[in-house]
């Protein structure tokens, strides 16, 4: 599989890299670069027993095997499955009993498949990172919660043990997050030997979407130049530098070197840079190379760790929820660390929220609420554009917060006269903008998704916006 079926992208190999993907050609922004099925798809480690057709929390066990967890509206699961569970002589409550066993297990049956074989060769030839997890925690935690149990009823020999630890380096290392159309939100996660190619950069040029039908579709973010790299942020892209390179070392096992990892103002949004303590105009930023935090104003050096330990504790303390709560903490850290740090724009998102469900809940929203959630969109979107480039799914919600905040101030304030008729216009036109810019975000979304019917209430509001300008010209 060199060449994808579409001819958009191709395998490349490099020494520092391993086989990863680039452009085949030049793409444009929104080109479908690939669309695959999962070969294994399964619960998350630690979910609590599920359903293995639906994912919902199961209350019965299929009849035909007598071992598989199914809920209410299911009768059965993948044939296959049932039938090799039905000739395994488990224990009843095997699964019950070992949940944690069943992804890792629908491994060793794709091993055992022989209509499989092809796909079970192709998934062999992901990384485990084994030399990195050997002896470590995770190491022994699958030793004891999937070796174990499944050596016990002798579905694997001892000698297995080694490859089994393979199966579950390669599923945590390379599944992507599924949604489920579940309410419960059971997390699974999925295996996509081709969407696994993907190297990740902090900064990615890619757009994923996951649908109810647990399909991945891969478009370009933006425009790719033939042969450049093809990136998906395997992180939070919100998070600060130092956050995101810890969570790609402990689950992808590497030191994240890319553009804006290796600068220090983070291209310049500031998400990790804390306010100078020696001076009024600096912000402190960590030198790797000195391994300091140091102002790019007057070069004090500074220890910034007992600040973010505090930071930490108030910042995401689970008590903070309410408005004035977090309206302070704004406050307080825009001065400490900066308005910009990821910390602060991560209580901002969350305030964002909350004037959200306000506004969804009341039929007249209140002014004030409208004009603050507009100056927050407008202090987050300018860090999404850089940091997201291109399609994105946090900047396609965060332009609709902005764009239908506008619109609604807009007619409260011609309504009560507060602004002209010929400014009420103006302002709709720069709404309709920003509504047309989300929507050519949201549009990728599959309709199923939250984002999907958030597309679909954009698009309305859309028609609304231009209804109103209509009507306003004509007065
Ligand atoms: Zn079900
Ligand atoms: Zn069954
Ligand atoms: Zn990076
Ligand atoms: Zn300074």
Redesign the pocket.
């Known amino acids: 599989m060199n060449n994808f079926e579409n001819g958009k992208c191709k395998i490349a190999v490099s020494e520092a890299m391993g086989r990863y993907l680039v452009a085949a050609k030049s793409l444009k922004q929104g080109d479908l670069l690939l669309c695959e099925q999962p070969v294994i798809i399964g619960p998350y480690w630690g979910s609590g027993l599920c359903c293995l057709t639906c994912y919902k929390r199961s209350c019965k066990i ?1 009849h ?2 007598d071992v ?1 967890p199914l809920c209410l509206d299911c009768s059965a ?1 993948d044939d296959f499955e ?1 039938n090799f ?2 000739m395994s002589n488990l224990p009843k409550n095997f699964l019950i009993d070992n949940f944690d066993v069943i992804t890792p297990l629908r491994f060793i049956m794709l091993s055992k498949n022989p209509s499989k074989v092809d796909c079970y060769n192709q998934v062999m030839k992901m990384e485990s990172h084994c030399a990195e997890r050997r002896g470590k925690s995770i190491w022994s935690l699958h030793a004891d919660c999937v070796i174990k149990p499944l050596t016990d009823v002798k579905m694997i020999r001892e000698g297995d043990a080694d490859l089994i630890q393979r199966y579950c380096g390669i599923l945590d290392v390379n599944t992507f997050e599924v949604r489920t159309d579940s309410f419960e939100d059971i997390p699974i996660r999925g295996l996509y030997p081709k969407a696994a190619l993907l190297s990740h950069d902090c900064v990615s040029n890619t757009f994923i979407a996951l649908d109810a039908s647990r399909s991945i579709r891969v478009y370009s973010g933006g425009d790719i130049a033939e042969g450049d790299p093809i990136w998906n942020n395997y992180t939070h892209a919100l998070s600060g530098t130092e956050v995101r390179r810890q969570h790609l070392m402990e689950g992808k096992y590497f030191h994240c070197k890319c553009k804006r990892c290796l600068d220090p103002t983070e291209l310049g949004t500031h998400l990790s840079s804390i306010k100078c303590n020696g001076c009024e105009r600096g912000l402190t930023m960590f030198d790797e190379m000195q391994n300091v935090w140091r102002c790019n104003f007057c070069e004090k050096t500074q220890d910034v760790d007992a600040l973010m330990t505090l930071a930490r504790s108030e910042i995401l303390d689970e008590e903070v929820s309410s408005v004035p709560m977090l309206e302070q903490l704004i406050v307080k850290y825009s001065k400490l660390l900066n308005p910009n740090h990821y910390l602060v724009v991560d209580m901002k998102q969350k305030l964002t929220a909350i004037f959200r469900n306000i506004c969804d809940y009341e039929v007249a929203p209140q002014p004030k609420i409208l004009q603050r959630k507009i100056s927050l969109c407008e202090e987050i979107i300018p860090i999404l554009r850089v940091i997201q480039p291109g399609i994105s799914r946090l900047k396609g919600i965060a332009l609709y917060e902005y764009f239908t905040s506008m619109y609604e101030l807009t007619i409260l304030n011609v309504n009560d006269k507060s602004i002209s008729i010929k400014e009420g216009v103006e302002q709709l036109l720069t709404a309709e903008k920003y509504a047309k810019e989300s929507l050519k975000m949201l549009l990728y979304e599959p309709q199923s998704t939250p984002e999907g019917h958030l597309a679909k209430k954009a698009m309305l509001k859309l028609k609304s916006i231009r209804e109103n300008i209509t009507l306003f010209q004509k007065l």
Do not use: M, N
């Open positions: 299929c035909k095997c598989a699961h049932c569970l039905a």
